[in-house]
């Protein structure tokens, strides 16, 4: 990844863990990594371990930020998902997934928020 689009995925993380805090998730880990894909952002909520998903755009010329998590990501994001959750012994959990949109475009940049996005067992 470039500089320029790492800075811009840097700075949609930063405000996306801000959004959620205030909307009472406590961030748990930032860009996970494992063989089989990364996940931007691991939270918790009274409900469940979420797995969020942050779509960074300048201008939504190239689509909404929330078009681009297609079947092909949602299954690596599953995969991700499922490794984080082995390795961490959170079976008994309820899973989420959600994705945060943030188009920078506008000031202050806007933060669209996609709760339950997808499911665990779709696809």
Same mark, same amino acid.
Request: glycine content about 8%; aromatic content about 6%.
């Given at each position: ?34 063989? =089989?894909?990364?996940?931007? /952002?691991?939270?918790? &909520? #009274? ?6 998903? %942050?779509?960074?755009?300048? *201008? ?16 690596? =994001?599953?995969?991700?998902? /499922?490794?984080?959750? &082995? #390795? ?6 309820? %899973?989420?997934?959600?994705? *945060? ?23």
């Amino acid at each position: 990844m470039g500089d320029g689009r790492k800075s811009l995925g840097k700075a949609g993380e930063d405000l996306a863990e801000r959004y959620l805090k205030r909307q009472g998730y406590a961030v748990v880990e930032r860009n996970y990594r494992c063989p =089989l894909g990364e996940i931007d /952002l691991i939270a918790v &909520n #009274k409900q469940a371990v979420v797995f969020v998903e %942050v779509k960074t755009r300048r *201008v939504d010329t190239s689509g909404a930020p929330l078009e681009s998590v297609n079947a092909i990501k949602q299954r690596r =994001l599953k995969r991700a998902a /499922l490794h984080y959750l &082995n #390795k961490h012994r959170l079976h008994d959990r309820d %899973v989420q997934f959600d994705v *945060v949109g943030i188009s920078l475009g506008s000031n202050p940049p806007s933060v669209r928020h996609v709760r339950h996005a997808f499911d665990f067992s779709e696809g």
